[in-house]
């Protein structure tokens, strides 16, 4: 089995004409990778403390778990949707605009549901909450794809484990705010932070380096300028439009391994709170298992660029998924509160180590000419496995009283995506008749 049949050239080629490269020893991708990651600790920690406050809400409305946490899968497939219009967005202009508009509206998201006194409250607030998700990866991930080459894998898995810090950090602060003043106080104080820390955070951001006269890290030098200028010439038929993308077998294998990831990544992270609390775990004690999870998550990323520089994409990604199926299975046959805290990490080492070369693939296998909307496009996928695992998790309790069997069958969906990642191959492009 090849799993180093990705290049890990992944040089951006959208221009023909090469920037002269400036002396400035601090690189401003860099900026950008810490921005960014702050966006993402607080939407996404913010967006995973849902499992804090699915129970408080179901109890004092009498609602179904399903039915509350439908509002949450809602969310996810819109935001899937949305991604699509965002990842267009930040092609055109970039990534700073968009970013803050969405979460002027996130914002406005938590401030509605604080106010929820019906079940259509709560969705409705949680669909306008989703803008802000979905500017949130898809453009931030596009972003970084192009600012980075060599350490691409790196950048983006620094980037990415914003999400793992915001479990550390926000289902914690959430459930102390819940048990001192209430779910009301806890969403106005997070409506807050959306518009205090994201919207100034979303600042630095340029869509690419050529837009201030940069080369993409790992271009830097002047005999790389020059490489980079060939390769421009001669590798060009390698940037692939949205359109010729989805024609392809490869495009298709990314969006069913999307789907799968999603609803595992969601069936396990936004009911571990409840699945731990049936077993007489404390809520508060409960919810930092997720900080476990979200440790192990940022770990796992930094060590996911070192393998992915050695070994590729593909088989990082196969590694990681083995580490996630042997959590997902252990699961099921965990009850004490040391057991939960080992068990989140393993999961979250797993799932975490994974995202980065997911992402990277995307410009490995389609290049950075359309790489916002290509990225929406599998965004879609993701949401739609969100939704699913989200929904699929409290189902499968109202009609079981237990949330055994969806870990059971997290672990048996996320066998099926190893086997996805074995069957990717780098799609060829037709030559253009002439």
Known sequence: MNFNSLSQDNSYTGENTVPRP???????????????TLIMTLVYGANFSFSVFLKPLAEEFGWTRASTSGAFAISLWTSGLLAILMGALTDRYGPRIIIAAASFLGGLGYLLLSRTNALWHL?????????????TWTPITATVSRWFTKKRVLALGIVTAGIGLGQMLMPPLAAYLIEADGWRTAYIVLAIMTWVIVIPAAMPARRSPQDIGLLPEGAGSKSNVIKQDEQIRTTETA????REAVRTST????????????????????????????FGIAATSAAAILAFMGGANILSKIIAGAIAARYGSKFTMFFFLVCEIIALFAFTITRDYWMFCIVAALFGFGFGGGAPPLVSMVAEFFGLRSVGVIM???????????????????????ISGSYIVAFLAGGVLTIIATIFVLLLRTPEKPRKAY
Do not use: P, Q
């Open 251 to 278: 495009f298709w294998l990314l969006v069913a391994l999307n789907v799968v990831l999603a609803a595992t990544l969601f069936m396990a992270s936004i009911h571990i709170v409840a699945y731990a609390t049936d």
């Open 376 to 398: 929406g496009l599998l965004g879609v996928g993701w949401a739609a496995g969100c939704a699913l695992g989200t929904f699929m998790g409290d189902y499968i309790f109202d």
């Open 22 to 36: 400036k002396t400035n020893r601090f690189f401003y991708g860099w900026i950008i990778v810490i921005a960014t």
């Open 239 to 242: 940037e692939w439009s949205s």
């Open 123 to 135: 969705y409705a607030g949680f669909i306008i909450v989703s803008v802000n998700t979905s500017a």
